[in-house]
């Protein structure tokens, strides 16, 4: 009678509750103190993720914050309450089994500190899942499919997924996807998804945060009660963190933690830390695109948490101004670590000071307190004006300029979209003038053959069209048939060698090795290309302002060379520890969403012309047009009475 009674209480209607009521009733830390608003309090603010998880509106909470700002402990109590009071399959998943142990293992701790859910356990726990009688919460990682297959859940807590690394021999999806798979049996279901980011364009976690309705925390001066998001800021202008320097005007650490304050946007006053509870205490979350009331928003928030209903999404939020900008199924926000109420403007200022010019502490600080992703570099100059600048419109594509007398290819090999080759076709003459004469992608060796280096390039002189004289293909990536190319064009005639970036730096912008034994074509010469010469010399070109223009591109719009221009403005250097601990410089891509396949192929077809030239000077062409025939110097009158006679 008991399992039957048992299994009809899944039958019963459930009490709605709000999440941030359950919280303060009944959850617990791991070290069995109460659930604390006043620790957390832009968890359970107006607007906020606790209430976006209760809205039958969002599916997902994308939550891109720093350290110490509850984001993990959050995702727990959600997962709680529902176990709690509707009761249906969840799952925890983090980047690897250590942290995904660990974080149940505090589970657990909360779940034994709780009166409601401590008698629901089982006298014998596992470290795979968490069995809580009337549900279970699976526990997954990333590195490890079969956790995160065959499982239907309802309630998920994906924890820290930018950290989320994915077997590179593997033949699944990427494993934030396999976890969304999990869901697709319930009409409704709720994911909170968690992290601080990493690089720019990498990030799981704010590609997810920019397309959903991108939150931010407002809070109230307490001088002039206006509202604002809370900035690091420069110090040039108020709205930001400031302390003072010494008399040489060096900021210090133990200067930056005693006297640092945080300023105003409107009032300029200075906001000091007993403020710092009061003031975050009276948050509200406003999405993107929003304003805020600062009346309404500090008399709901003060308000809110005895509220009894759900929360029914922006158009249940009295304290905005506007329509939000994306209002679909994902509710996401940001929020740096100076929101942190352990935290003062002190330890905020000094860890910056500590950090800004190391570029490893520097990056640690960008990602985990300021909930910033990792730009590796920035450009000054857009895809846009370098295309302005190198773009000759007088130069058809495919055709020589008159002033060059050689052409020399490279060629890249990738693994994306099928397996493509890039390839660039280069045009140079003295001064070591480029000219950029076609470029593309072709699907197999045999085409790259046919079509580009089995051609011949008319020349703008009018003379004898110009062949291919060097050309390096790119063996580094994948060299699986690329040795066996260029032996197959070289029994042809066609000078095609294999070539890869050095990975320290050479004293020559190149140099020729052999294969060894252990290769597929022991033997075969290979040409090893400086990496930081080759890419400082097109560095130098792109952005080579002089006149004449010593580097141009074909004829063709901005629009149709946008591909062209972001892949090879896609590098960038980028200053790293090596394993001894001393600085240096390496290149790296800024967008990692990007290839950099012509800037590869460019830097390559540069050391073929090297190569090719034995390091002189390309020749003028040596050309001359022939003479006009005497009838074409002849008025039409005369070759008129030529041909009668």
Known sequence: MLAIEESLQVLLPREQVRIIRWAMHEAFTEHGHPYSDFAFPHIGAPGGPF??????????????????????????????????????????????????????????????????????????????????????????????VSTLADKAVRIGHANEIDKWEHLATSKEADPLKLFDERFKEFVTFNRWKEGTPTEKGRSRIEAGRLASCNASYWVGCPHCGRYQVLRKGDGSKPGGIVWSKNEAGKSTVDLALKSARYICLHCEQEILDEHRGAMMREGVWIPEGCGCDDDKARDTA???????????????????????????????????????????????????????????????????????????????????KIGERLTDHGAPRGVVPVWASLLTVGVDRQGRDGGKFPWIVLAWGPGHRCHVVSYGEEDTF?????????????????????????????????????????????????????????????????????????????????????????????????????????????????????????????????????????????????????????????RYAWVAMLIAQGGREPLPRRYTPPPPRPEDTQTPRIRELRIRR
């Not at 994306?326 to 330890?347: F, I, N, P, T």
């Not at 950090?355 to 895809?383: F, G, V």
């Not at 060379?561 to 090879?568: A, G, K, P, R, V």
């Open 51 to 144: 209430d976006a998880a209760d809205c039958h509106l969002y599916f997902d909470q994308w939550l891109q914050w720093g350290s110490r700002l509850g984001k993990t402990y959050g995702g727990q109590v959600v997962s709680l309450k529902n176990a709690d009071c509707d009761p249906s399959p969840g799952m925890f998943a983090s980047s690897n089994e250590k942290l995904a142990t660990d974080v149940i293992q505090r589970t657990y701790a909360m779940i034994r500190h709780s009166p409601r859910l401590s008698p629901r356990l089982p006298k014998v726990t596992k470290q795979s899942s968490v069995d809580l009688g009337l549900c279970r919460i699976h526990v997954a990682w990333a590195r490890s």
């Open 302 to 384: 003060r308000a809110w948490r005895d509220r009894e209903q759900l929360w029914g999404g922006w158009s249940d939020a009295p304290w905005i101004t506007g329509d939000p900008l994306r209002d679909g199924s994902s509710w996401g926000s940001q929020l740096s670590s100076l929101y942190a109420l352990s935290l003062s403007w002190g330890k905020l200022a000094s860890e910056w000071v500590d950090c800004e010019k190391k570029p490893q502490k520097q990056r640690n600080y960008i990602n985990s307190w300021l909930a910033e992703t990792w730009e590796i570099a920035s450009r000054k100059e857009t895809w846009e």
């Open 446 to 602: 045999d085409q790259v053959e046919a079509r580009v280096l089995k051609v011949a390039y008319p020349h703008a002189d009018g003379g004898k069209p110009l062949g291919i004289s060097y050309t390096l293909c790119d063996s580094g990536y994948r060299p699986d048939g690329v040795y066996e190319f260029c032996v197959r064009m070289i029994g042809q005639g066609f000078e095609v060698w294999p070539a890869k970036g050095s990975n320290t730096a050479m004293n020559s912008d190149w140099t020729r090795t052999e294969l060894g034994k252990n290769t597929s074509m022991p033997g075969m010469g290979l040409i090893m290309v400086d990496t930081i010469r080759s890419q400082l010399w097109i560095e130098n070109r792109i952005f080579d302002t002089s006149e004449p223009r010593n580097t141009t591109i074909h004829a063709g719009s901005v629009g149709e060379h946008q591909d062209f221009l972001e892949q090879i403005l896609n590098d960038a250097p980028v200053d790293e520890l090596d394993k001894h601990n001393n600085a240096r410089e390496s290149w790296q891509r800024i967008n990692e969403s990007l290839p950099n396949d012509y800037r590869d192929v460019w």
